[in-house]
């Protein structure tokens, strides 16, 4: 019995087209698939809005901080960086190699403005934490209501 994709709705076009596109492929090469396709989205990140902040996380195990460099521009973050190979082996044996090496780069629309110049990350235990402030014109405004 063959199965068929489930169908994800509320979701922009273009998420759509890049999932059967993940579902075409998936098809055709069955549980292997090949490497690039994994790598598109990596590092995996968690973004939160909160009130007064938005807080990113990034999976970035095996990278140094100094590895990793992060940038503002508009309300877009980039992470970028390079996570380096410990130690090149001379021999071959390998049955399965599945850890990626190499540089990375994930482009992030924020859902607001944030004050760039405030911006503070962290990395620890292989998790980069980005906490950015949100602007004064993007949080939000309580307005008392008056009764007659």
Not at 6 to 22: A, I, K, N, P
Not at 52 to 71: H, K, L, Q, W, Y
Request: hydrophobic share 30%.
């Amino acid at each position: 019995m063959a199965l068929l994709p489930t169908r994800r709705r509320g979701r922009s076009e273009l998420t759509r087209l890049h999932d059967e596109m993940d579902d075409l492929v998936r098809s055709f090469f069955g549980e292997w698939e090949p490497p690039f396709f994994e790598r598109t989205r990596w590092p995996a990140v968690d973004v939160e809005d909160k009130e007064n902040e938005v807080i990113v996380r990034a999976e970035v195990a095996g990278c140094r901080p100094e590895d990793i460099d992060i940038s503002v521009h508009g309300n877009t973050l980039t992470i970028s960086g390079e996570k380096k190979q410990d130690q090149e082996k001379e021999e071959k044996g390998y049955y399965r190699s599945e850890r990626y090496y190499g540089t990375f780069r994930r482009d992030l629309m924020l859902p607001s403005d944030v004050e760039a110049e405030n911006i503070d990350a962290t990395c620890k235990e292989g998790i980069l934490i980005v906490k950015l402030p949100k602007a004064e014109k993007a949080k939000p405004v309580r307005i008392k209501v008056k009764g007659q």
